[in-house]
């Protein structure tokens, strides 16, 4: 066991109804994902961080400031009627509509704890995953877009959000809830081509919305120091203008070199280092991290520990840090890309 002194508390967000939601058996994305999680975190000493907290659901005003009602009615017809397929890939269960609800209103029951002085950051440990589902469209092992439910409601509330993807899997949906809104940035890693295809440089985001959203699309085999660049780069310049209140983190731990379904190159150490470094852009107290991708187990075991270490206050490197394959071109260009649209925003 690891003896760490915190410097900060993290709220740590999650339900039991999270294990009830069912792909479908030999489905990556599944219940035991959460547990890893829980064990990652408590097996690196990092319990005493934490500040256990249960979701409300999100109410129906709630999830439609990001989806279509017409989205919203049929996820909860099917829900109602038992479970059933909305995408290929993407199953509902008897209790996945609860689920749902739940992992959208993670975010907000974060916001609710942080605003109260409750934690420095807040870590929403959900199940479904939310950042391939659109408006319009469930998809991608994704029912609602939880973070994208909580950036829509913070800027009703007047706030400007950033959001950081760093999930292996471009955010399409997340994307698409906020390409035309000023409002709410978004910046995305992932590795490029991939499922679901978008996320391409040079993607940044349309009428008002103009410039508030950046890519960086990975070759495979990317490693920590194209991320790292893509901070000091992309982001921290970005954010320099833009002067974000909230930060929002999606973060899919499919990055990690030994996840079966992806191919980029970054080790747990990398997500600590990441992490850190996302933090210090707005100020303490306006940070919710949420869990989105990561189908190894162990990957996710140890790259969850270090992200939340990274949230208290700690680094935590289970693996050294990673450097030396490609990428550097992409983050150099989507540098380029940044440099001449966000003066004028
Ligand atoms: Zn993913």
């Given at each position: 066991?690891?003896?760490?002194?915190?410097?900060?508390?993290?709220?740590?967000?999650?339900?039991?109804?999270?294990?009830?939601?069912d792909n479908?058996?030999?489905?990556?994305?599944?219940?035991?994902?959460?547990?890893?999680?829980?064990?990652?975190?408590?097996?690196?000493?990092?319990?005493?961080?934490?500040?256990?907290?249960?979701?409300?659901?999100?109410?129906?005003?709630?999830?439609?400031?990001?989806?279509?009602?017409?989205?919203?009615?049929?996820?909860?017809?099917?829900?109602?009627?038992?479970?059933?397929?909305?995408?290929?890939?993407?199953?509902?269960?008897?209790?996945?509509?609860?689920?749902?609800?739940?992992?959208?209103?993670?975010?907000?029951?974060?916001?609710?704890?942080?605003?109260?002085?409750?934690?420095?950051?807040?870590?929403?440990?959900?199940?479904?995953?939310?950042?391939?589902?659109?408006?319009?469209?469930?998809?991608?092992?994704?029912?609602?877009?939880?973070?994208?439910?909580?950036?829509?409601?913070?800027?009703?509330?007047?706030?400007?959000?950033?959001?950081?993807?760093?999930?292996?899997?471009?955010?399409?949906?997340?994307?698409?809830?906020?390409?035309?809104?000023?409002?709410?940035?978004?910046?995305?890693?992932?590795?490029?081509?991939?499922?679901?295809?978008?996320?391409?440089?040079?993607?940044?985001?349309?009428?008002?919305?103009?410039?508030?959203?950046?890519?960086?699309?990975?070759?495979?085999?990317?490693?920590?120091?194209?991320?790292?660049?893509?901070?000091?780069?992309?982001?921290?310049?970005?954010?320099?203008?833009?002067?974000?209140?909230?930060?929002?983190?999606?973060?899919?731990?499919?990055?990690?070199?030994?996840?079966?379904i992806t191919?980029?190159?970054?080790?747990?150490?990398?997500?600590?280092?990441?992490?850190?470094?996302?933090?210090?852009?707005?100020?303490?107290?306006?940070?919710?991290?949420?869990?989105?991708?990561?189908?190894?187990?162990?990957?996710?075991?140890?790259?969850?520990?270090?992200?939340?270490?990274?949230?208290?206050?700690?680094?935590?490197?289970?693996?050294?840090?990673?450097?030396?394959?490609?990428?550097?071109?992409?983050?150099?260009?989507?540098?380029?890309?940044?440099?001449?649209?966000t003066p004028?925003?």
């Amino acid at each position: 066991m690891v003896t760490i002194a915190f410097v900060a508390d993290v709220v740590y967000i999650t339900h039991p109804r999270y294990l009830d939601h069912d792909n479908g058996r030999a489905h990556p994305e599944r219940p035991e994902r959460l547990r890893a999680v829980l064990e990652g975190i408590h097996e690196a000493g990092l319990g005493e961080a934490l500040r256990p907290m249960g979701p409300r659901p999100a109410t129906l005003d709630e999830l439609e400031l990001a989806h279509d009602p017409a989205l919203v009615a049929r996820v909860a017809a099917m829900g109602a009627g038992g479970g059933g397929w909305l995408d290929a890939d993407t199953a509902m269960s008897e209790h996945s509509y609860e689920a749902a609800i739940l992992a959208a209103g993670a975010g907000l029951t974060a916001v609710e704890a942080l605003v109260s002085g409750a934690a420095e950051s807040a870590f929403c440990a959900v199940r479904p995953p939310g950042h391939h589902a659109t408006p319009t469209r469930s998809m991608g092992f994704c029912l609602f877009n939880n973070v994208a439910v909580t950036a829509a409601a913070l800027a009703d509330q007047g706030e400007r959000v950033l959001v950081v993807d760093y999930d292996a899997h471009h955010g399409n949906g997340t994307q698409d809830v906020f390409w035309a809104d000023p409002d709410v940035a978004y910046i995305s890693y992932h590795q490029y081509p991939l499922y679901p295809g978008s996320g391409a440089l040079g993607d940044i985001g349309g009428g008002e919305g103009w410039g508030t959203t950046h890519n960086l699309p990975l070759p495979a085999g990317a490693t920590g120091d194209a991320y790292r660049a893509g901070v000091d780069e992309v982001i921290a310049p970005f954010a320099a203008v833009f002067q974000p209140t909230w930060l929002l983190i999606s973060a899919g731990f499919d990055a990690h070199r030994a996840d079966p379904i992806t191919d980029l190159g970054l080790s747990a150490g990398d997500y600590a280092d990441l992490t850190a470094a996302l933090l210090t852009l707005v100020p303490p107290g306006r940070r919710i991290v949420f869990l989105e991708g990561g189908y190894d187990l162990e990957a996710l075991r140890l790259s969850a520990a270090a992200c939340v270490a990274a949230m208290a206050g700690e680094r935590l490197v289970p693996e050294p840090p990673t450097s030396g394959g490609p990428g550097r071109e992409v983050v150099a260009q989507a540098s380029r890309i940044q440099a001449e649209c966000t003066p004028s925003l």
